[in-house]
Each structure stands twice: as C-alpha cells, then as structure tokens.
C-alpha cells in the first residue's frame, strides 16, 4: 500500500505535515509515489537542509510571490517542485516561504489541479515534539493536517535525545523530564489543543501518521495508539508505518461502520424474515451482534416491511433505527439509505444482511483486518470459491454505492472495483429466503 494512499492524499489539495519523527521522509515517499499522476509542489514554513532539496525533482528559491512566474512552467517538465525562501544566516538551511507566497502557491495548485505538500514545523531530528508558541505555521486552507510520530521513543525517556522540547512536553502531559515515554503520552501529545491539534484548521481533516514501525514490539504500540485516537472524534485516521522501507505502511486504522438491511418483506418465505426466532434471538439481532462484537461504529438497521417489530426487537441495543420508506422499489433503496446514516466519518461499512445467521463477529473482523493491511476497495468472504456476504466497501466505492438502482444491492461493484478475498466456513454461505431454507435452519437450532 502506498503512503499516498494510506493518508488519502490523491483527494485532497492542502496538506501540512506537523510534527516529528519522519516528515520530510514521509513528503519526500508521496512525492515520488504521485510524480506520474500529477503536478506536486512542495514547500515549507520553516527552515529546511540544503540536502532536502533533493525532496523534489527541482527547486526553486522564491523570496515574494513574484518569483513563482517560472513554476507552472517548470511544472510542465518536472513532476515536482521544492519551493523554499532564501538561504537562512549561518547555517546550512533555506528558510520558509512567507504567508503571501503560500497564498500564491495555494491559487496557483487550484488552477493546475495539483497537490501541495508543506512542511508546518521543524523537529531537529528528533521522533516527538510539542510545538512552541510560534508553531507549526499551518496555513489557513490546508484541508488535512497529518500530525507525525516515531514510534522509537516510546520507552526512550523525555529528553533532548528524543524529544524535541522536552520541557514543553513535560509540561503538556503532566509529567516530569526524564520520565519514560509510554504509548498514552504520544497519545496525549498528539490530541492536545497545545501539541498535535495545534493551529488544526477547523475545516481539516487530521489522519496521524505513526511512523518508524520497524519492529513487532512498536507495531503493537501503533496499534495501542491507534485505537486510543480513533477515541477522539478530531482524528480520523491513523496510520502505522516505516515510510523509509520498501513498504512504506503497515495498518490503516479508521472507523468502521456497519448498515444491516432489514426492510424487506420476504415474499418467498411468506413473513418477515429479519424477525425469525433462532437460537432465542430474531434473526436480525445475530447480524446487529456480529457487527457489535467486531467493534463496527455506528451501526445502522435499515427497516421497512415490519418496521415499528424490528424496532421494538432491537429498543436495548446500541444501534441506529433508520427507516427506509422506499423499500418495496428495491434493495438499492436501502443501500443508499444505510449509507447516508453512517458515512460522514467512516472509512469503510461492513453491509451486513439479516437473513444469514451464521455470520459471526470473527469473519467481520478477518474482513476488517484485511482493509487495515490492503485498503482494498472491496473486502468480500468466499468459501468454496462461492462469494457470499457481509462485503466490506472502502469509502472510495461510496459513490458507487449511491449510484446504484433497482433491486439490487452491493455486487455490482464487484466487477468495478479491486477486491481482496476472505476464506471463511461453508456454513456462512446460509441465507434464508424459501420455506425450505427455514425448515433447514430450524433442524440446525
């Protein structure tokens, strides 16, 4: 999977990269892995090494915006661009563009369709920082912010040998210089309004890059992190990675949500399904506990045809009762509808069908896995080489989604779309639809 890809970046336009532990690594990786897709310009509000020039195929030095008139055309011949002010005084490093050249930089990538990456802070070096008072400088149209950490310094101790302003660090979690570093510290600092959420814009997102992952051990603290800032609605993502080796990243963790249909009216069976006892529970209930006990969030129960039932069926449970009025025209309808529910702040929906009760909350979560290591569009079980549901769809394919017409639901998508296949047990592949199905799933209570 590549960075790029990982962070979402070929949607957006702005993005700052805040921080430390790899941020010039990290713009330097997206820059080569976009160069044949598009124009990237990059730049920076802080000071940067005469050797990260090399960042870019060209560099050019613009101390006002007048000296950006030769970019669109050193554009047309290479795919990316550094802009950097002057040489800073005494040291080997270019100093940062001025906010009317980054206003200039900003129009001129709108009318290019371009990206343009910036560098919003400076970290010596180091793999953790809190910011001081005149940083990072983020510009106010950035639409994402990536906050980066090195994943080395947990268990190294807070310093000057790790720790860029260790004092101020100190200061924010609470604690005292010297102490040993834990994975709630790295959180903390990243979701402070003074650390990692520092000048965020309001309108941007925030994916955190989790970054020098390179053994088992800081793998599992990634991890650690990752769910305690899916926690913070202000973060969206979080990525672990090693962006400096071959593959560059290893898990995207983001939200997952889960739609489970339930509005049909079961005219071959001859009474709603979604309402049939097995095992003690309505059957509907075994598809909202499969995606409950994978941890999907929001989850979303599309009803219909004998709605005000399943509504009573599931009034304990933590789940969204959203009505479809439009059910009897086709399964689309609720497709769209279950989607509309949950996709403001989700990365990925598990559709889930309530008419299949041998689903289990182990086969949504080999599903989830597979999209946290591939971000494939499609995660889809097979058992027998037979396709079956719950299918996972990756928010590239929303669109998709919502285009879809008539009664049918996901499968069409499979023929548009890359897809990773999960193995799982036959038994999955049950669905309930004719009196003889029920006779069937009843002999198996």
């Known amino acids: ?42 730049t920076s509000t802080t000071k940067l090494h005469h050797d990260q020039s090399s960042l870019a195929h060209s560099h050019i030095i613009a101390r006002k915006p007048d000296d950006l008139s030769s970019l669109r055309s050193m554009l047309e011949d290479s795919p990316s661009v550094l802009v950097t002010g002057d040489k800073a005084e005494g040291e080997p490093k270019w100093v940062g ?20 990456l910036i560098e919003a802070d400076g970290a010596r070096g180091r793999s953790l920082k809190a910011p001081a008072d005149h940083e990072p400088v983020v510009p106010h149209f950035v639409d994402l912010v990536v906050p980066v950490v ?19 660090a100190a200061l924010l979690l609470g604690t005292t210089e010297g102490e040993a570093i834990l994975p709630e510290h790295v959180f903390k600092l990243l979701t402070h309004p003074s650390g990692g959420m520092k000048d965020v814009p309001d309108h941007a997102e925030v994916r ?28 969206r993502v979080a990525v672990i990675g090693s962006v400096s080796a071959d593959q560059p990243v290893h898990e995207v963790f983001g939200r997952l949500a889960g739609v489970v249909l339930a509005a049909g009216d079961s005219k071959r069976l001859g009474q709603p399904k ?4 097995w095992r003690g529970k309505p059957l509907v209930m075994h598809a909202v506990e499969a995606g409950l006990g994978a941890n999907l ?11 005000d039932a399943v509504r009573k069926a599931l009034e304990d449970e933590p789940v969204m009762i959203v009505e479809n009025e439009a059910w009897s025209t086709g399964l689309s309808t ?42 494939s569009p499609l995660v889809v079980p097979r058992s027998g080489g037979r396709r079956t549901n719950p299918v996972l769809f990756d928010r590239s394919t929303f669109d998709a989604l ?44």
């Open 97 to 116: 563009v001025d906010a009317s050249t980054l206003d200039a930089l900003h129009d001129l990538t709108q009318e290019i369709g371009g990206i343009l």
């Open 208 to 235: 955190v890059l989790l970054n020098k992952a390179e053994t088992q051990e800081r793998l599992e603290h990634g991890r650690a992190i990752a769910n305690l800032l899916l926690t913070v609605s202000r973060v």
């Open 334 to 375: 609720s497709v769209r509808v279950g989607l509309a529910s949950v996709e403001s702040n989700a990365e990925a929906v598990v559709m889930l069908l309530s008419d299949m009760p041998f689903v289990q909350a182990e086969l949504v979560e080999a599903l989830i896995h597979e999209h946290r290591r591939t971000l």
């Open 297 to 307: 969030f929001p989850i979303a129960v599309v009803i219909g045809a004998g709605g």
């Open 1 to 42: 999977m590549r960075l790029a890809d990982a962070l979402r970046i070929p949607s957006k336009r702005f993005v700052a990269f805040t921080g430390a532990g790899g941020k010039s690594t990290a713009i330097g990786r997206i820059t080569r892995e976009l160069s044949e897709e598009g124009h990237i310009i990059l």
């Open 402 to 445: 919502r285009a879809i017409r008539g009664d049918q639901g996901g499968r069409s998508l499979l023929e548009q779309f890359p897809k990773i296949w999960v193995e799982c047990e036959e038994t999955t592949l049950f669905d309930l639809d004719t009196p003889e199905d029920l006779q069937r799933l009843k002999e198996l209570e």
């Open 150 to 168: 090195g994943l080395d310094v947990i268990g190294a101790s807070i310093d000057e040998e790790r720790v860029h302003r260790p004092e101020r």
């Open 274 to 277: 979604q309402l049939i006892l």
